[in-house]
C-alpha cells in the first residue's frame, strides 16, 4: 500500500512537471527535477513541513532555477538554435484533449522565456502563469517581494520586446495552418508564398545530430523555397500530420515513415509570420511513427 506522503507527491505531480518544464523546456529535465523534488520531500521532518503543496512548488522551483544555471555552459556550447523539447499530442480533437492540453505554453513563449534570467524566469511563471501572489513568489525565491516584482517587471518588458504581439484563435490558427500543410505536402510553392508574412522568420533546431539551418531564414520566397526543396528532395516521401504542440495546432513531418521534425508556428493576420523547427532527434523522443 502506498504510503500517504507518495499518495499527496502522485496527486501533485502534474502541477510539478508542468512547473519544471516551463521554467526548462526539456521533458527529461523536467521529469528528472520533479524526481529530486520527491526525494527531498520523502526525506523532510514532516514537522516542519505545513504545507505539502507549498513544499513541493519551492523546492521544483528552486531545483529547475539551479539546472537553469548549471547547464548554461552546455548551452552556450549548444550546436545552432536551441528550441525548447516539444510536448505533441497527435489526437483527434475532443474536448477532453483539448482541456486536458488548454494550460500549455506554446513553444513560441518558451523560446522567448529562454531570454529571461532564471529568477526572471521563476518569477513571471510563478505570478503570471500560476498566479501566486508576491508573497509566495518572495518566499519561494528568497527575495524580498519589491524586489520580486521588479523581476517580473523586467521579464514584462523583455517578453513584450521579443514575443509576438498578437494572438489568434485555435480555429484560425488551424485553418491557416491546413491550408500550408496542403500546400507544402503538394510542393505548392506559389500556394506556399500566400500563406506566409513577407517577413516570416524560420528557425530550426537540429541540435548538432542533424543537418539544420544555423541562422535565422527570412522571408517568403527563402522559407517557401525551403519547404518546396524538402519535398523534392525526397518526392512521394515526406508526409505531414496535423498535431498539438504544447497545446496549440502544428505540424509533425514524417519522412519514410519516421519522424523528421516538429514544427511550431505563429499567425498574424492570416499569414504565418515565425516557424519554430525542431529537428534534434534527442527532442523527438516518444513521438510516434507514421500509421
Known amino acids: 500500500m502506498k504510503s500517504a506522503d507518495l499518495l499527496v507527491f502522485e496527486a501533485l505531480r502534474p502541477r510539478l512537471f508542468l512547473i519544471a518544464y516551463r521554467m526548462l523546456g526539456m521533458r527529461a529535465d523536467a521529469e528528472d527535477v520533479v524526481q529530486d ?10 514537522d516542519d513541513v505545513r504545507s505539502a503543496e507549498a513544499w513541493l512548488v519551492t523546492i521544483t522551483t528552486r531545483l529547475s532555477i ?12 549548444y550546436t545552432g538554435w536551441w528550441l525548447p523539447e516539444p510536448v505533441v499530442e497527435i489526437v483527434e480533437d475532443t474536448p477532453e484533449a483539448a482541456a486536458e492540453l488548454a494550460s500549455d505554453v506554446s513553444v513560441a513563449m518558451l523560446w522567448v522565456l529562454e531570454r529571461l ?3 526572471e524566469r521563476a518569477a513571471f511563471l510563478m505570478r503570471k502563469v500560476f498566479d501566486q501572489d508576491y508573497g509566495d513568489v518572495a518566499a519561494m525565491l528568497g527575495k524580498s517581494e519589491a524586489a520580486c516584482r521588479q523581476l ?63 541562422k535565422v531564414l527570412i522571408g ?6 525551403l519547404y518546396w526543396a524538402v519535398d523534392n528532395a525526397f518526392r512521394e516521401r515526406v508526409v505531414y500530420k496535423m498535431a498539438r504542440v504544447n497545446g496549440e495546432p502544428g505540424l509533425v513531418r ?38
Open 117 to 119: 534570467t532564471p529568477e
Open 37 to 46: 523534488a520527491w526525494l527531498r520531500y520523502s526525506a523532510s521532518v514532516r
Open 66 to 77: 539551479d539546472r537553469l544555471r548549471s547547464r548554461k555552459t552546455e548551452r552556450d556550447a
Open 220 to 225: 517568403t520566397g527563402r522559407v517557401a523555397g
Open 254 to 291: 514524417y519522412i519514410d515513415g519516421k519522424v523528421e521534425s516538429v514544427q511550431s508556428f505563429c499567425i498574424h493576420d492570416g499569414t504565418i509570420s515565425r516557424i519554430y523547427v525542431v529537428r534534434n532527434p534527442d527532442k523527438l523522443q516518444g513521438i510516434p511513427l507514421l500509421q
Open 152 to 214: 517580473v517587471h523586467r521579464a514584462q518588458e523583455r517578453i513584450r520586446q521579443e514575443s509576438p504581439r498578437f494572438t489568434v484563435s485555435k480555429s484560425m490558427h488551424r485553418v491557416v495552418l491546413e491550408q500550408f500543410m496542403q500546400a507544402a505536402a503538394n510542393a505548392d510553392r506559389a500556394a506556399m508564398k500566400t500563406l506566409l508574412s513577407a517577413d516570416v522568420e524560420f528557425r530550426a533546431d537540429g541540435g548538432g545530430k542533424v543537418e539544420s539551418l544555423h
